[in-house]
């Protein structure tokens, strides 16, 4: 998901997708353990993705909203 679309959600909206993300991202370190990750790459983006929403939330504390 893009920036600008997170930027878009309430703080409500960014803690659930932060939450789901989480979980994707533990459900796919367990599978690359255990070896049935197909896509690793997929790792890498929700990492990222987390790091985006924890970016935003921390701009949006400080009053550094971008436009």
Known sequence: MKASQLRDMTDDELDKRMA???????NLRFQASTGALENSARLRLARREIQRILTI???????????
């Open 20 to 26: 789901e993300t989480r979980r994707e991202l533990f």
């Open 57 to 67: 939330k921390h701009e949006r504390e400080l009053g550094l909203e971008r436009n």
